[in-house]
């Protein structure tokens, strides 16, 4: 990479940002968002009047926003290009910020967030396609995985800024306000022109390719394009090109979600195959439900830390998302996530254990192992792969297909998890931890469907 082919990148990366800043945003703000009675007043209200339920269904319609948002990427990034659909994106993000910034009631908090959650269904079709079609073919593992750093950057940003912002009145505002600021420097920089498009969708729709040069000249070797899919690179390495390079002599038309869906071409079966269950597999296993479930076990053994105790799960997760940038190269995208699944599908398994004797340490433990192993292979991998593995024709629609069920497993799992541990449980509270050993089981067939 050139110095502007970082620049460019961290452009690209302030989406994943925005995705996991808003992820959980409403959980840190709760405190000081939420009210049984607004105060009367002309100005804006400090807070919002709604029950546990409305906030339920506030957080959540951010899901469906991501699903509408996912489905409509593949048109507007294949049809105006990876830059415009990303510029979108921001531009989408900054509209809804601004709204739930100024809202005084529930409605205008819902819109808000539905739109949110739309720029973050665009935003993870598009990053990493475009990310992966303006990096070098030597850093292609590396830079890939920076997409999950984003997102765990993103999320630790706002509960740092929770554990100031959170008890505050009206300091929720701020938080909104400050998102769509970085969304509105976002889209002026993709509107001036100071940003690239993607070569290889240029190439593709047979215009030119111009503008600053994202790559340095380089000899380092690489693998040849014909390794199997998920394997190790191997074999001689003829002199380093880019991806774009190579695809620019291969101009080929996209393929659309109907086509893929109903039509499916003999070369994207397995494509479709291992990036849908590679994106499902990071919901099946139960992240977000340990994540939750974490809060209540930590603070229980360590009561003296209960306010910090998400932030310091969430830092342990933004450190272990630095060992992949290095791995990935060494052991390749499958190892990798075999052995990131392994540990999870372990610690899983303990996490249920543990809840059912009231072994608290343990618990405590295995929940630090679970988010460790998720972040060296789970979290950024199934990214990585989508550009990878697809041909490039088809690499859009199947981005859109797999982050459109990676949203559809996400609300499912949030709408079963508390039923499921009831019904597992029986009301006992010593067999809650029964529901970890589904994920587990759950888990495990789709990394079966992976491997193979």
């Known amino acids: 990479f050139t110095a502007y082919g970082w620049y460019v990148c961290l452009w690209v990366l302030a989406t994943p940002f925005q995705y996991g800043y808003h992820i959980s945003v409403l959980n840190q703000l709760h405190e000081s968002l939420t009210c049984a009675v607004a105060p009367s007043s002309l100005e804006l209200p400090d807070c919002v009047p709604m029950t546990e339920l409305t906030f339920s269904v506030v957080t959540s319609i951010f899901t469906v926003g991501g699903l509408v948002g996912s489905l409509m990427a593949n048109f507007v990034s294949d049809n105006y290009g990876r830059r415009p659909a990303a510029t979108l994106s921001a531009a989408i993000l900054v509209i809804g910020t601004l709204i739930q910034a100024v809202s005084s009631g529930v409605t205008g908090l819902c819109l808000g967030r539905f739109l949110v959650g739309v720029s973050a269904g665009v935003g993870l079709c598009v990053s990493p396609v475009y990310i992966s079609e303006i990096t070098p073919k030597d850093m292609k593992g590396k830079v890939g995985v920076l997409t999950q750093l984003g997102i765990v950057l993103g999320i630790c940003g706002t509960q740092m800024i929770g554990l100031y912002m959170g008890s505050k009145q009206g300091g929720w505002r701020w938080v909104f306000a400050g998102s769509s600021v970085v969304g509105i420097i976002q889209v002026l920089l993709g509107l001036s022109g100071t940003v690239v498009e993607s070569p290889e969708w240029l190439n ?220 597992l449980s029986g009301g006992d509270p010593s067999k809650q931890g029964r529901v970890f050993w589904v994920f587990a089981a759950v888990l495990a067939l789709c990394m079966i469907m992976v491997a193979r």
């Not at 899919?229 to 991806?243: F, R």
């Not at 101009?251 to 893929?260: D, E, F, G, N, R």
């Not at 990131?340 to 929940?367: F, N, P, W, Y």
Request: charged content about 15%; hydrophobic content about 50%; some cysteine.
């Open 204 to 423: 593709a729709h047979g215009k030119n390719v111009i503008g600053r040069s994202l790559h340095t000249t380089s000899t380092t070797p690489v693998a040849p394009d014909t390794e199997a899919l998920l394997e190790d690179e191997e074999g001689p390495a003829p002199p380093y090109e880019s991806d774009a390079d190579v695809r620019l002599k291969m101009p080929q038309t996209s393929i659309t979600l109907p086509a893929v869906i109903f039509k499916t071409p003999e070369d994207v079966r397995t494509p479709l195959l291992i990036v849908c269950f590679a994106m499902l597999s990071q919901q099946v296993s139960g992240i977000n439900a340990v994540l939750y479930y974490s809060n209540d076990i930590l603070r229980s053994t360590l009561p003296e830390l209960g306010p910090y105790v998400s932030l310091a799960i969430t830092i342990v997760n933004v450190l272990m998302t630095f060992p992949p940038i290095f791995l990935v190269q060494k052991l390749g995208p499958k190892r990798l996530l075999l052995i990131s699944t392994a540990g999870a599908i372990t610690s899983l398994i303990l996490v249920g254990i543990g809840l059912g004797r009231d072994l608290k340490v343990l618990s405590s433990v295995m929940i630090v192992v679970f988010v460790m192993s998720f972040a060296v292979g789970l979290g950024p991998i199934p990214f990585l792969l989508i550009p990878q593995v697809s041909p490039y024709y088809a690499t859009s629609a199947l981005s859109s297909i797999a982050l459109a069920l990676n949203w559809i497993a996400n609300f499912l799992v949030g709408l079963a998890f508390l039923p499921l541990r009831k019904l």
